[in-house]
Every structure is written in C-alpha cells, then in structure tokens.
C-alpha cells in the first residue's frame, strides 16, 4: 500500500473521473464553442496540477479542539485539494476540494479522487564491461582522430585547440 503524501500546489497528481466529472466535462464541451475532447468515461484517469492544499485544524496535546477552537492550522496528507485536471482535449477542468487516495496494489482508484503517480523501481541493468571497453578503444583509434585531436589528446594541451574553435571566420 502506498502512503498519503502532503499535498502541495504545483505537483502533478492523477485524477479518477467520477460521473459528475465525466457530466461536467460533456456540458461544457457543448456549451462553449470551439471546446474539443475524445470522451470521456468514470474511472477514466488524467493528470492534474494541485493549484490549492486547504489547511485543517489539527489537535494537540497542548491545544485540543474545542467547539469555535482554530487549534492547529496545517496542510496535511488528508487535506482536501482544488486540481487543474488536463482533459485529453484543448481545455481543462476545475476540480475542486477532492481528496487523495492511498492506492493498495491491485486495487482499482475510486472515481473522484486523486492519487499520485506510483514509480516503478528502476531495473538493475547489466553492463557488458569488455564490449565497452571495446567501443571506447574504437573511438580513440588513431584512424578515427584527426591530427589535432589527437596530439591533444597526448600533449593534454588544449590551448591551440581552443584558439583554432575560436577562431573567426573569414
């Protein structure tokens, strides 16, 4: 199971569609000209940027709620969020106070929240220590090297080859 992150503005998020969204989504495509999309169904996922984490009040030990109390105001993983939700079309949607979901492995996203995206571990990759040391030979061979580049390379003076870069055109 993933955990909740802090949501914070600017970071990319998924959005599940609800029914309402999907709802939302076709009436404004009618109603404004010039807006064009692919449909749209629930469960179907898009990116989105948080815009707005709204802050709860979180009790204490040395400030516990009490009815009217603001207690202790802080943006936390559970906070709701207004989303920025590009639409696979030329507009986007405004989503306002959704909340996240810790997405358990094979587990389908329930439609109207937000998660972000998981990562896949990178894969170990295996390197061929003699096929590169063959190609690095290849590359530095004496027939692939014009002349300045190679007496660089033995002097280690880069001097002349800088001033020959720099030269002007003429």
């Not at 948080?50 to 204490?60: D, R």
């Not at 571990?121 to 061979?141: F, G, M, N, Q, W």
């Amino acid at each position: 199971m993933t955990k909740l992150v802090t949501p914070t503005p600017g970071r990319v998020v998924l959005l599940v569609l609800s029914k309402e969204d999907c709802d939302n989504i076709d009436n404004e495509r009618k109603v404004v000209a010039g807006r064009h999309c692919n449909p749209v169904r629930v469960g179907d996922i898009f990116p989105a940027i948080i815009v707005k984490a709204w802050p709860v009040s979180i009790p204490t030990s040395e400030s516990p709620l009490e009815p009217g109390d603001a207690g202790v105001v802080a943006v936390v993983p559970e906070s709701r969020c207004n989303l920025q939700v590009f639409i696979d079309g030329n507009f986007t949607m405004w989503a306002t106070s959704r909340q996240q979901e810790a997405l358990e492995d094979g587990r389908v996203p329930t439609p109207g929240m937000f998660h972000f995206p998981v990562v896949p571990a990178p894969r170990p990759v295996e390197i061929d220590y003699e096929k590169l040391a063959d190609v690095l030979e290849l590359r530095s061979a004496p027939l692939l090297a014009p002349a300045s580049v190679k007496k660089t390379l033995e002097t280690g003076d880069v001097g002349g080859m800088v001033a020959h870069v720099n030269k002007p055109p003429r």
